[in-house]
């Protein structure tokens, strides 16, 4: 018999409808049903492309002894934390504050009051590595709940209280400037791995938002070790197998140092941030292969997370099908020499497992590989690659597809809205473009109500119940700017500043200018979530910095300006001591200290062939966090176009800073030398 979760939007809770144990949705009802019963409350914490979720859920909630005594001594709360990423993140501070560290499934049991006590990730159904089997940690605390429910409930009040004195050493108002910036890319370059690329030991995350600090650094300072760092790190990236050499995209992390084996789940911002980086790249490099795998990073996206009402699904599972009815971590995208044999015939086989680096005893389990791109000797045939390629991607659709989360998440989608129209740009492919326009609108139509606040998600045309958070409000409005930029369209500005005003007014504290991740008049939790470090994600607090600074640029808003300056200032404290993860703070104060830049095209119409080069060249520009805004003469579009006239009837380009602007030019080489392109 389904539990309370078949009717959920998210595809995470709907995995665990047809489960035994009774669970329930997070609602005011499942406590109360915890007060009357005088059980606590196990809260189990999720998404839909974790691996070891679905262990522990196979092992444990899908076993009738297991759910039995769950049901019987618990109230059961499943969350999906793409969902309710509050709900995740403040029982997730208390799990890596009791026990140092933390990760999905999230095991936590609460008192009625919501107040945690006790605290774990996953648990084996029987004990193994020093771990208890679950069912003897269901044991144990429900005895403790029995017989030392005085203790229990003052190891949850002091949590809580600890919890609420760990407010964040705000660092006030003051900008960072040259110093903090500097000494930020000299911890980052401690911390480089110079034989690898990347930071730090295994398992390697995609460090997105710190490679687009360093490239806004070397855009204003020249500092070519900070170019160095963010190139290599994206070739070895792009050359290892986190990276899908048939078929795009990047995985979630390596569990090794050197970027060969993934954690293989695609997620879809890891894929919006690292598309968005490598155009970037190319931006300022002209690297081939950097605009190679931008264009095949926004054509994963385009292909395999783009859902029928035109957004972005979250996520592609790790796990797949291996061809006999289990399900495997990688099945859908490891090779053995055998099946490449299968696929390619003898001699080819030879060839791709020199170009792919497959080998015999295999780099993955089971004598199967992950496929890289080796640096090695030698020049391989072009159009043979290529020809072996297309044939194993057409091999590799034949196997079993890992499952898709295919909710919109608003944040994600505004990542994806940003890179899409900004990659669509820069190459000439205005598919990609109108793919960014699509989800903008969904967001539009779907998830801005008439006040235009926003949902988090929404599935299958149907918008969730959650409200959204500050990334949402912050990534939504950063994917309308760039758009804005990209289309000529004033609109997205316009939406832009809708949603801004509610950072504005609902997410920022009005005496210190610090934000929160959750907005003023949201559900009340055992403390309100705010964290300025970037996680998988810009951390809502930056990118509300940057989008307020951006919207400030193009309006020149002072309330704006003043709201992204104060939000800055954690930067200052923060920066020069855990520059790994503030890595978009640091991008934003890059464009902060670079003015940023406004530039403003003008052209007698916008088919006007002469103004869309000056157009995409001011695209193209490096200057850090450079809006720009793209119209015809007298147009109202956007505020930076007033009093802008066409130079002697031929378009032309204006460029200001700090309240002070160069002559027009008509000559795009004026222009990219006046924006660093």
């Known amino acids: 018999m389904p539990n309370r979760l078949a009717d959920a939007t998210s595809p995470y809770l709907l995995q665990h409808a047809d489960n035994p144990v009774d669970w329930w949705p997070w609602s005011p009802e499942a406590f109360e049903e915890a007060r009357r019963r005088d059980v606590p409350v196990l809260l189990s914490v999720g998404y839909s492309a974790c691996h070891w979720c679905h262990v522990m859920a196979h092992e444990s909630f899908e076993d009738q002894a297991t759910a039995g005594y769950l049901n019987e001594h618990f109230v059961s709360v499943k969350v999906d934390r793409e969902e309710r990423p509050d709900v995740d993140a403040v029982y997730m501070e208390a799990v890596q504050a009791a026990t140092g560290q933390g990760g999905w499934p999230m095991t936590v049991f609460l008192t009625p009051d919501a107040e945690p006590f006790y605290f774990g990730t996953y648990f084996p159904p029987a004990p193994r590595h020093g771990m208890p089997s679950f069912r003897q940690v269901l044991e144990g605390v429900q005895q403790a709940w029995a017989t030392r429910r005085d203790e229990v409930t003052e190891v949850a009040g002091k949590i809580v209280r600890d919890l609420a004195q760990r407010e964040i050493g705000y660092g ?72 899908d050499q048939l078929g795009g995209g990047f995985a979630r992390y390596s569990v090794d140092r050197d970027w060969i084996v993934p954690h293989f789940e695609k997620m879809l911002y890891d894929n919006a941030l690292l598309c968005r980086v490598y155009a970037h790249l190319w931006r300022a490099t002209g690297s081939e292969l950097a605009r190679r795998v931008a264009l095949e990073t926004a054509d ?13 699904a979250s996520a592609l599972d ?78 590799r659709a034949g196997r079993p597809a890992p499952g898709r989360d295919d909710k919109i998440v608003a944040a994600w989608n505004g990542l994806a809205v ?19 326009l699509g989800a903008a609108d969904l967001l539009v139509r779907l998830h801005m109500d008439e006040h235009a606040g926003l949902a988090r998600t929404s599935r299958d045309g149907q918008v969730g119940a959650n409200a959204g958070v500050l990334e949402d409000y912050a990534d939504v409005a950063e994917g309308f700017l760039a758009l804005a930029s990209v289309t000529g369209e004033g609109v997205w500005l316009d939406f832009a500043g809708l949603l801004l005003g509610h950072v504005l007014t609902r997410f920022t504290d009005p005496d210190s200018g610090a934000l929160y991740d959750t907005a003023a008049d949201a559900e009340q939790l055992i403390r309100r979530p705010q964290d300025p470090t970037d996680n998988a994600t810009p951390s809502g607090w930056s990118a509300a910095a940057g989008a307020l600074l951006g919207y400030a640029a193009h309006t020149g808003s002072e309330a704006h300006r003043t709201a992204a300056e104060k939000a800055l200032g ?98 795009p080489e004026r222009l990219r030398a006046a924006l660093g392109g």
Do not use: N
């Open 570 to 667: 954690v930067v200052k404290a923060l920066g020069p001591r855990v520059p790994r993860f503030i890595g978009w703070g640091l991008a934003v104060a890059e464009a902060a200290l670079d003015g940023p830049r406004e530039v403003a095209v003008v052209a007698p119409s916008l088919a006007d062939e002469a103004g869309r080069v000056l157009h995409r060249t001011a695209l193209l520009g490096t200057a850090p966090g450079a809006v720009v805004a793209y119209g015809t003469e007298g147009g109202e579009e956007f505020p930076l176009l007033a009093d802008r006239p066409l130079v002697g009837g031929a378009p032309a380009a204006y460029v200001c800073r700090d309240f002070t602007c160069d002559a027009p030019t008509t000559d």
């Open 318 to 395: 790790a796990d797949s099908d291996d061809g006999t009815g289990r399900h495997v971590e990688g099945a859908y995208y490891v090779w053995t020499p055998e099946q490449l044999r299968d696929a390619l015939g003898e001699e080819d086989t030879q060839l791709a497992a020199q170009y792919f680096g497959v080998t015999e005893e295999g780099t993955f389990e089971h004598g199967a590989s992950v496929l890289q791109l080796p640096q090695q000797e030698g020049v391989f045939d072009a159009e043979r690659i290529e020809s072996v390629r297309r044939r194993l991607l057409e091999r």
């Open 418 to 436: 940003a890179a899409l129209a900004e990659t669509g740009a820069y190459f000439d492919r205005p598919d990609l473009v109108e793919a960014a």
């Open 172 to 243: 006030g108002v003051q900008l960072p400037g040259e110093e903090e910036l500097a000494q930020a890319l000299l911890g980052l370059t401690r911390e480089y791995d110079p034989q690898r690329g990347g930071f730090g030991g295994a398992p390697k995350f995609p460090p997105s938002m710190v490679l687009e600090f360093l490239l806004r650094h070397h855009a204003r300072t020249g500092s070519e070790g900070a170019l160095q760092m963010a190139r290599d790190t994206c070739e070895r990236m792009a050359r290892g197998g986190i990276y």
């Open 300 to 312: 994963f996206m385009v292909r395999e997370l783009r859902t029928g009402e035109g957004g972005f």
